[in-house]
């Protein structure tokens, strides 16, 4: 995992608030933190964290460990996690869904606040509709940070879901509202 700038200690701007993504994946997740000020939106950075080989508890382990990194360095004030979609396979559904909750509980751990948002609603909100393919999103991402390249696919997709919050919570949609906060995790 290789954060893609230095830490900034200082904010880009005044009482704006950063936003990690995730998007889990028990070999890649994707991570990308944003910095909201009002209706302004800023790209901080963003990377994989590849768990490597082993055991499932070792991969997990790696992966809680790079986010926890990832929230150190970076400092978001608030976390948004792509909802796993139910796969074919019933196997690859369950190790996705564990490197999901590895992301949830390093993210709690660190007492942010957690929103949950599928994949069919980041495409729309950053798209405009949900069948878009990967690389829409990336150009889109590209467009809406201001980006002189589209990040890689995992990486996109993490800002994808960080931009899906930031609409949200501006538009008062997608954050709170109709949830109710328990252990850290909006339900």
């Known amino acids: 995992m290789m ?26 997740t994707g991570f990308g933190v944003i910095e909201q000020s009002g209706q302004k939106l800023a790209y901080v950075a963003s990377g994989v964290i590849r768990s490597g080989e082993g055991s499932l508890p070792q991969r997990l382990g790696v992966l809680f460990a790079g986010i926890n990194e990832v929230i150190a360095t970076w400092q978001p004030d608030t976390c948004a996690v792509e909802i796993v979609f139910v796969n074919v396979n019933p196997q690859s559904t369950l190790l996705l869904g564990q490197a999901r909750g590895t992301a949830i509980c390093a993210a709690v751990s ?11 609603q980041i495409k729309q909100a950053v798209v ?3 069948k878009a393919a990967k690389e829409q999103v990336q150009e889109m991402v590209k467009r809406l940070l201001g980006l ?16 899906t919050h930031a609409h949200g919570s501006r538009l008062g949609a997608h954050s709170t ?11």
């Open 177 to 187: 509202a109709g949830y109710r906060v328990k252990g850290g995790r909006l339900v």
């Open 3 to 28: 954060p893609a700038a230095p830490p900034d200690a200082s904010r880009l701007t005044p009482h704006a608030s950063r936003i990690l993504g995730i998007d889990p994946g028990l070999r890649l």
């Open 128 to 130: 405009g509709h949900g």
């Open 148 to 163: 002189p390249v589209a990040p890689k696919a995992d990486a996109a997709d993490a800002l994808a879901c960080a931009i």
């Open 110 to 120: 660190n007492e942010l606040i957690v929103a949950e948002y599928t994949a069919l």
